[in-house]
Nanobody
Framework: QVQLVESGGGVVQAGDSLKLSCVASGFILGLSGWFRQAPGKEREFVAS????????FYGDFARARFTITKDSAKNTLYLKIYNLRPEDTAVYYCAAGSHSTDPAKYTYWGQGTQVTVSS
């Protein structure tokens, strides 16, 4: 069964850091990425990674405070967020099958994990 399961979200204070995880099962995690969706807004590209795990891509807002990594041995994708801001509040989704900024290019999606940042 193909599945992506995110974890690591929660309620945090502005300035905190958080590490989100996404465990893949039923397939080998290759091209993959993170998106986020805030209430009333469209799903937004955060970051993605290539098959090699070394080549990464970031949305413009994410370059300074977000880091995407992949552990192939654990078939797991991570997103570390530093210096969290209230505007980072959103549901964060991992996705697999592409490294595009376009969510329509991805084949598999997780259920999302909520990140809420209080000021």
């Amino acid at each position: 069964q193909v599945q992506l399961v995110e974890s690591g979200g929660g309620v945090v204070q502005a300035g905190d850091s958080l590490k989100l995880s996404c465990v893949a099962s039923g397939f080998i995690l290759g091209l993959s990425g993170w998106f986020r969706q805030a209430p009333g807004k469209e799903r937004e590209f955060v970051a993605s990674v290539n098959w090699d795990g070394e080549t990464t891509f970031y949305g413009d807002f994410a370059r300074a405070r977000f880091t995407i990594t992949k552990d192939s041995a654990k078939n797991t994708l991570y997103l570390k967020i530093y210096n969290l801001r209230p505007e980072d509040t959103a549901v964060y989704y991992c996705a697999a099958g592409s490294h595009s900024t376009d969510p329509a290019k991805y084949t598999y999606w997780g259920q999302g994990t909520q990140v809420t940042v209080s000021s």
